[in-house]
């Protein structure tokens, strides 16, 4: 079984920074292609990023685009996403995910899931 434990959410302001950490255990983490996801309140939870497992593909849904990167540590067993520019309509509990097949945009694709960490962004 995969835990996945997220850290690094806080309360920045607009156009500031913040790198959010998620940090796995229970399965080899190089197995795992590790997502971010974010849901804000009364919204769906929308895709964010995704790593593959060797971290040689990454993909970004287009409003983060430019301003967040996703990135991992196989040795520290961590993925990170780093975000710059932050607006407030980036406020959201942001959740990591994992699985070992498969990968792509559609949370159902995500058998692993973190607690989730809240990021605010104010104006």
């Known amino acids: 079984q995969v835990q996945l434990v997220e850290s690094g959410g806080g309360l920045v302001q607009a156009g500031g920074s913040l790198r959010l950490s998620c940090v796995a255990s229970?399965?080899?983490?190089?197995?795992?292609?590790m997502g971010w996801f974010r849901q804000a309140p009364g919204k769906e939870r929308e895709f964010v990023a995704i790593?593959?497992?060797?971290?040689?593909?990454?993909d970004y849904t287009d409003s983060v685009k430019g301003r967040f990167t996703i990135s991992r540590d196989n040795a520290k067993k961590t993925v990170y996403l780093q975000m710059n520019s932050l607006k407030p309509e980036d406020t959201a509990a942001y959740y990591c995910?994992?699985?070992?097949?498969?990968?792509?945009?559609?949370?159902?694709?995500?058998?692993?899931w973190g607690q989730g960490t809240q990021v605010t962004v104010s104006s």
């Open positions: 995910a994992a699985d070992q097949n498969r990968w792509g945009r559609p949370k159902g694709m995500y058998d692993y």
């Open positions: 229970g399965l080899t983490f190089s197995s795992l292609h």
């Open positions: 790593i593959t497992r060797s971290g040689s593909w990454t």
